[in-house]
């Protein structure tokens, strides 16, 4: 069964505040991370409204309109809002009134002058929400905080709302995957719900019962280790991936080949294979933000140097995308000046349009700063890439975008890049020169189709 072919309501019957009801959800903040949520909860058959302070997106979203790319979510949306079990709202007190367990789902940006997450969006918001709370209920964080955040809503929760005591607060961190977003949230491989009371814990079962009946793990904890259980994961991946493109700048000073090490190492069940890719490194709204929020976090309790390798982390993905400017500028000849370069990508990964922190365009826009023509071409995110970085021009497709490349560029490894036959591009180029930033392309094909290969890590 897939995610958009769900039963009318494969929630059955499930356990409110009052015997056998289900409880009503709202979902506070209708971004990537809140409107997945709110359609996928609807969808399993649950009564959920949505809310957000922007009147545009609330407008869209009403009208079957996805504002992000998300495969899967456009076509769960529409059959949510025909169920008549979702739809999306800007009035808090209306929330406030319908919903049982109300869902914290804004953004936790990166400060503007700071390491440190900035918290206005998730204070605003439950802040809001408070002041109308006036009958028993749970509010339940998602979003990725530093650790006490929890602790200090809790009391802001109770002092403001009308209900005061009666009103709990739990945490229950996402951990979604930009591109498998819906499938996640349906199928997650774990639930995490840090609470204060067995009546929390009860609720939140209640509230994802259908997603426990499948079988899903559920891990019960405090407050405070509910926090740190997305940013210590998101710490760990991010790492494995640094570790790799370290490996990658030894074997670029060695002549090795990290690709081979990389598949000898993913043979020993205690590393494993998973995020042991090297290649341009990783982006988004999520584990760039994330390991330099917990490391000033944890410099903040003291404890910095327990967590201090996450700057060296940080700094070993930014460094992998000026090496991939060096190889495109090493493939020109020295010099970028006036190079005519087709950047394949924008969005930080596949399936996606998202660009926040994207490698991709941290990538074109300094070799256009460099002095190279750059084109840039995506499936998803070419709009959202033109309004960030309108200095640099867009194609519509890799081959029409490639016409007259002096070097070519992967930068995102979309299925379409992958499958680009080598010959076709070829006929189209000014020279074949290809940098592959990340490993997705079969090098011996590209050599044989008479191109100049070059990637990080590979002699």
Same mark, same amino acid.
């Given at each position: 069964?897939?995610?958009?072919?769900?039963?009318?309501?494969?929630?059955?019957?499930?356990?409110?505040? @009052?015997?056998?009801?289900?409880?009503?959800?709202?979902?506070?903040?209708?971004?990537?991370?809140?409107?997945? !949520?709110?359609?996928?909860?609807?969808?399993?058959?649950?009564?959920?409204?949505?809310?957000?302070?922007?009147?545009?997106?609330?407008?869209?979203?009403?009208?079957?309109?996805?504002?992000?790319?998300?495969?899967?979510?456009?076509?769960?949306?529409?059959?949510?809002?025909?169920?008549?079990?979702?739809? =999306?709202?800007?009035?808090?007190?209306?929330?406030?009134?319908?919903?049982?367990? +109300?869902?914290?789902?804004?953004?936790?940006?990166?400060?503007?002058?700071?390491?440190?997450?900035?918290?206005?969006?998730?204070?605003?918001?439950?802040?809001?929400?408070?002041? +109308?709370?006036?009958?028993?209920?749970?509010?339940?964080?998602?979003?990725?905080?530093?650790?006490?955040?929890?602790?200090?809503?809790?009391?802001?929760?109770?002092?403001? @709302?009308?209900?005061?005591?009666?009103?709990?607060?739990?945490?229950?961190?996402? &951990?979604?995957?930009?591109?498998?977003?819906?499938?996640?949230?349906?199928?997650?491989?774990?639930?995490?719900?840090?609470?204060?009371?067995?009546?929390?814990?009860?609720?939140?079962?209640?509230?994802?019962?259908?997603?426990?009946?499948?079988?899903?793990?559920?891990?019960?904890?405090?407050?405070?280790?509910?926090?740190?259980?997305?940013?210590?994961?998101?710490? =760990?991946?991010?790492?494995?991936?640094?570790?790799?493109? @370290?490996?990658?700048?030894?074997?670029?000073?060695?002549?090795?080949?990290?690709?081979?090490?990389?598949?000898?190492?993913?043979?020993?069940?205690?590393?494993?294979?998973?995020?042991?890719?090297?290649?341009?490194?990783?982006?988004?709204?999520?584990?760039?933000?994330?390991?330099?929020? =917990?490391? !000033?976090?944890?410099?903040?309790?003291?404890?910095?140097?327990?967590?201090?390798?996450?700057?060296?982390?940080?700094?070993?993905?930014?460094?992998?995308?000026?090496?991939?400017?060096?190889?495109?500028?090493?493939?020109?000849?020295?010099?970028?000046?006036?190079?005519?370069?087709?950047?394949?990508?924008?969005? &930080?990964?596949?399936?996606?349009?998202?660009?926040?922190?994207?490698?991709?365009?941290?990538?074109?826009?300094?070799? +256009?700063?460099?002095?190279?023509?750059?084109?840039?071409?995506?499936?998803?995110?070419?709009?959202?890439?033109?309004?960030?970085?309108?200095?640099?021009?867009?194609?519509?497709?890799?081959?029409?975008?490639?016409?007259?490349?002096?070097?070519?560029?992967?930068?995102?490894?979309?299925?379409? =890049?992958?499958?680009?036959?080598?010959?076709?591009?070829?006929?189209?180029?000014?020279?074949?020169?290809?940098?592959?930033?990340? +490993?997705?392309?079969?090098?011996?094909?590209?050599?044989?189709?008479?191109?100049?290969?070059?990637?990080?890590?590979?002699?």
């Amino acid at each position: 069964m897939d995610a958009t072919t769900l039963p009318e309501d494969t929630a059955g019957p499930r356990t409110g505040d @009052a015997a056998g009801a289900a409880p009503r959800l709202t979902v506070i903040g209708t971004g990537y991370l809140g409107a997945t !949520h709110a359609v996928c909860m609807a969808a399993l058959g649950f009564d959920v409204l949505g809310v957000d302070v922007d009147p545009v997106k609330i407008e869209r979203l009403n009208a079957g309109e996805v504002p992000f790319f998300e495969p899967g979510l456009p076509e769960l949306l529409v059959k949510a809002l025909d169920s008549g079990r979702l739809r =999306f709202t800007t009035g808090f007190e209306e929330a406030a009134e319908f919903g049982d367990v +109300h869902f914290i789902c804004v953004g936790t940006p990166q400060q503007q002058d700071s390491d440190a997450a900035d918290l206005r969006y998730v204070d605003a918001a439950v802040t809001e929400l408070a002041r +109308h709370l006036r009958r028993r209920a749970l509010v339940v964080g998602k979003s990725t905080v530093p650790v006490g955040t929890a602790a200090r809503l809790t009391e802001l929760v109770q002092r403001l @709302a009308p209900a005061g005591t009666e009103v709990e607060l739990a945490w229950n961190p996402e &951990f979604l995957r930009e591109g498998y977003a819906v499938d996640d949230t349906l199928r997650p491989d774990r639930l995490v719900f840090g609470t204060a009371s067995a009546r929390a814990e009860e609720q939140l079962r209640a509230a994802f019962a259908p997603v426990i009946a499948r079988g899903t793990p559920v891990v019960v904890t405090d407050l405070t280790t509910a926090e740190l259980v997305k940013v210590a994961a998101n710490s =760990f991946l991010a790492t494995k991936i640094s570790y790799i493109n @370290a490996m990658a700048e030894v074997c670029e000073a060695t002549g090795g080949d990290v690709t081979g090490l990389a598949e000898a190492l993913a043979y020993d069940d205690r590393i494993g294979g998973r995020f042991l890719k090297p290649g341009l490194g990783f982006g988004g709204g999520c584990l760039p933000k994330d390991i330099r929020a =917990f490391a !000033h976090r944890a410099e903040e309790l003291g404890v910095g140097q327990a967590v201090g390798f996450l700057r060296q982390v940080d700094d070993i993905n930014k460094r992998r995308r000026a090496r991939t400017v060096d190889l495109v500028r090493e493939l020109a000849g020295g010099d970028l000046t006036g190079v005519r370069v087709t950047a394949l990508g924008a969005a &930080f990964k596949p399936n996606s349009d998202d660009i926040r922190d994207a490698p991709a365009l941290d990538v074109a826009s300094t070799l +256009h700063r460099l002095g190279a023509h750059v084109t840039v071409v995506d499936p998803a995110a070419t709009e959202n890439a033109r309004r960030s970085h309108p200095q640099l021009d867009y194609g519509t497709d890799a081959i029409s975008a490639a016409a007259g490349a002096d070097v070519v560029v992967l930068l995102t490894e979309w299925n379409e =890049f992958r499958q680009t036959a080598p010959e076709a591009m070829g006929a189209v180029v000014n020279h074949r020169r290809i940098v592959d930033g990340r +490993h997705a392309l079969d090098p011996a094909r590209w050599r044989a189709a008479g191109w100049e290969y070059r990637a990080l890590g590979r002699p």
